[in-house]
């Protein structure tokens, strides 16, 4: 089961990506909406990835013992 998730998150990683370059070439509106989706998402897990590290080096940072 947990492949069978994992196969259909990394076809719709996959599907933005193509939205996204099928976009930035001229596309239909559904495509650019797709893209927009996509490149939304990106932004927003960049942003997690960020505050989750912040967070993780003032856990481990200690206070020099």
């Given at each position: 089961?947990?492949?069978?998730?994992?196969?259909?998150?990394?076809?719709?990683?996959?599907?933005?990506?193509?939205?996204?370059?099928?976009?930035?070439?001229?596309?239909?509106?559904?495509?650019?909406g797709?893209?927009?989706?996509?490149l939304?998402?990106?932004?927003?897990?960049?942003?997690?990835?960020?505050?989750?590290?912040?967070?993780?080096?003032?856990?481990?940072?200690?206070?020099?013992d």
């Amino acid at each position: 089961m947990g492949v069978l998730v994992l196969a259909g998150l990394l076809v719709l990683v996959v599907g933005g990506c193509v939205c996204v370059v099928w976009a930035s070439r001229g596309g239909p509106r559904w495509v650019r909406g797709v893209a927009s989706v996509t490149l939304v998402m990106g932004e927003l897990l960049r942003a997690s990835m960020k505050s989750n590290r912040r967070r993780s080096v003032n856990q481990t940072g200690g206070d020099g013992d």
